[in-house]
């Protein structure tokens, strides 16, 4: 078996800016008239606040992942390897055969990747990500969307409640032209779905959330799916988790080779 450069070229910035690229790319929100909930009677300040009770505390954590990409012309299956010291630095190593053929690096401050294929890499900072995706990019939602958490501060925002099958969901009533929603289970409210939508660029994104693991640090989401929609067709990554730990003592090696030539964002 063998793995073609296009695919991986493919994978590999969305393995770490899998958050970013979301933002520009998620899924429309549906579309409901804004209640509160009579059955539960609760309002949507409840449900953020019940949402947050669920937040992991941790200092480092560890996740091994198998990891499919498929679009309409292929399919392809790697393992990756996350490393995160919480609000400080995530690793992302991807392995195709037990070999690393790339290596992902993001702080606070930074962005870095590079890929063995094509002897290349990137190194910049968040600003030419943000202008690249469209959207405002930040560490905090990479290490979000691996823990399952809300991509943006929903304490911070002002959201109206419906009910939808799936559980509470919560619409962004201050995104503009980029329609978000949150989807919380009824009964533990943990998120089981978010989407982002940009109607006007026929962009759009779907982020599932499944089986949670629960730990003394909190609940982990095992399986995560992600369904991106373009003009030029769709794309489907998922994670499964299958190795979770926290508070291990983790080291975070990452340097790039010699003679890689550097992409750059324009």
Known sequence: MTINFPT??????????????????????????????KEKGISAAEVIANHYNNKSNFNTVYIKSNVRFSDEKQT????????????????????FLGITMAKALITPSSVSYYEKMNGSYFEGDFSGLTQWLG??????????????????????????????????????????????????????????????????????????YFDYALFKEGSVPTQIIIHAFQSKGKTEISF?????????????????????KRILIK
């Open 76 to 95: 392809q299956n790697v393992t990756a390897e996350i490393k995160i010291k919480k609000d400080e630095q995530i690793l992302i190593s991807v392995r």
């Open 8 to 37: 991986l070229k493919r994978i590999i910035p969305l393995l770490f800016i899998m958050a970013l690229a979301s933002c520009k790319t998620q899924q429309a929100a549906v579309e409901s008239t804004p209640e509160v909930p």
């Open 240 to 260: 499964n988790y299958n190795t979770v730990t926290f508070n291990e003592e983790l080291s975070f090696p990452y340097s790039i080779p010699n003679g890689y």
């Open 135 to 208: 959207t405002d990019l930040d560490f905090s939602k990479i290490q979000n969307m691996l823990l399952g958490e809300a991509f943006d501060n929903l304490q911070q925002g002002k959201y109206a409640l419906s009910t939808v099958e799936e559980g509470f969901e919560l619409t962004d009533l201050q995104s503009g032209k980029t329609l978000k929603s949150v989807v919380v289970n009824k009964e533990n409210f943990r998120i089981q779905g978010q989407s982002i939508a940009q109607p006007e660029q026929d962009r759009k994104i779907q982020v599932d």
